[in-house]
Nanobody, 132 residues
């Protein structure tokens, strides 16, 4: 059974940094898209960053415009783990952050990896709160 377990959330002041981790188990994750989404109560779930796990170097990554230059997604296939490094945090980054994974699929330039409907597996989330 596929499991995604997030950790690393917490409270931080604006301008600070946090690193979220997502530990995956129950399947092979060496040829999937993995992603971080976030959601504020009453609002739509928003994609933050995605990565395809099959590329041995930096991997193919995609970022939401709102986090480009501040957030970095990375992964270790050996550890079945994906991280989200968040720098220069803003109050509006406060949300529940979710890790997600697709079923096995090859990387494609035309694949819209920021769309949540593509993801079959989801973690329970980890809360990030940014204060002034």
């Amino acid at each position: 059974q596929v499991q995604l377990v997030e950790s690393g959330g917490g409270s931080v002041q604006a301008g600070g940094s946090l690193t979220l981790s997502c530990a995956a188990s129950g399947a092979a994750f060496d040829n999937v898209y993995m992603a971080w989404f976030r959601q504020v109560p009453g609002q739509k779930r928003e994609a933050v960053a995605t990565i395809h796990t099959s590329i041995p170097s930096a991997g193919f990554t995609t970022y939401a415009d709102s986090v480009k230059g501040r957030f970095t997604i990375s992964r270790s296939n050996a550890e079945n783990t994906v991280w989200l490094r968040m720098d220069s945090l803003k109050i509006e980054d406060s949300a529940m952050y979710y890790c997600a994974a697709t079923s096995p699929m090859w990387y494609s330039q035309t694949f819209k990896s920021l769309e949540s409907d593509h993801y079959n597996y989801w973690g329970q989330g980890t809360q990030v709160t940014v204060s002034s």
